[in-house]
C-alpha cells in the first residue's frame, strides 16, 4: 500500500470544541434545515464519515451545538450577574454581553442562535423542543436568582414579584435578539434595554429638559 492510499484511509483529524463552534456558525447563518451535510462537512473541515463519526447524524450535531450555546450562555449570565455589582450594572452586563454576540464584527446582526434557530425547529420537533424550552428557562432561573439576591441587598422591595421581573428580564433578552436579525441598530437596542432596566430596577434615568423658552422672550 502507498504512502498516498494510507492518507486517503486515514479519518481526517479534527479538534471535537473546534469542529462544533465551526459546525454552530453554519447553523447560525442557515438555520438547521437551511444547511445541508455538504455545508457542515465544509464548515466543521471533516468529510461526512468523520462527521457521521464524530457527533452522529444531523440532528444530533444539531443538539450539540445547542447544548453548547445554552451553557456557555449560562457561564457568561452567572459572570454577568456578579451579585458584588449593583443590579443595574449587572443586568446591563448581561444585555452588553448579549448584543455584543448579536453584532459580530464582521457580517450582519445575526441574534441569538437558540432563538433564531430553534423556535422554528421546535414546532415539528419536540427535542428540540424539551431543548429550548430547557434553555429559556434555566435563563429565568439566573435572572430569577439575582432579582432575590437584590431584594436581600434592600435593591429592590421584598414584595416585588421576582419571578415576574425575571420573566420581563429575558423577555427583553428575546427582543433585542429578534430585533437585531429585523435591522434595529445597536444603539437603538441598547436603549431599549437600558428602559428595561430603568422598568425592574425601579428607578427612571433623568430626562434632558427641553428648551422651553418661547420665541422672543
Known amino acids: 500500500m502507498t504512502t498516498n492510499e494510507i ?9 471535537p470544541d473546534e469542529a462544533l463552534e465551526r459546525a454552530t456558525e453554519a447553523f447560525w447563518r442557515q438555520g438547521y434545515s437551511g444547511t445541508s451535510l455538504d455545508a457542515l462537512s465544509a464548515a466543521t473541515r471533516m468529510n461526512r464519515p468523520s462527521l457521521y463519526g464524530a457527533f452522529g447524524d444531523k440532528h444530533a450535531l444539531y443538539a450539540a451545538a445547542l447544548e453548547r450555546y445554552i451553557a456557555e450562555g449560562r457561564e457568561q449570565m452567572e459572570v454577568a450577574l456578579d451579585e458584588a455589582l449593583p443590579l443595574r450594572n449587572a443586568l446591563m452586563r448581561v444585555y452588553d454581553g448579549a448584543l455584543a454576540m448579536y453584532f459580530p464584527t464582521k457580517g450582519a446582526a445575526r441574534g441569538c442562535f437558540l432563538i433564531g434557530t430553534a423556535v422554528t425547529e421546535s414546532m415539528t420537533d419536540l427535542d ?26 434592600g435593591e429592590l422591595p421584598a414584595t416585588a414579584d421576582a419571578e415576574a421581573l425575571a420573566g420581563v428580564a429575558s423577555a427583553i433578552l428575546h427582543s433585542l435578539a429578534m430585533r437585531s436579525r429585523a435591522g434595529d441598530s445597536r444603539a437603538a437596542l441598547r436603549a431599549i434595554a437600558e428602559s428595561g432596566v430603568d422598568l425592574i430596577c425601579g428607578r427612571s434615568r433623568p430626562r434632558k429638559r427641553r428648551n422651553s423658552r418661547r420665541a422672543g422672550a
Not at 7 to 15: I, K, L, N, V
Open 128 to 153: 428540540v423542543r424539551e431543548r429550548l424550552g430547557r434553555g429559556l428557562r434555566e435563563f429565568d432561573r439566573l435572572f430569577e436568582q439575582r432579582l432575590r439576591h437584590a431584594q436581600t441587598e
Open 7 to 15: 492518507r486517503r484511509g486515514r479519518p481526517r483529524a479534527y479538534h
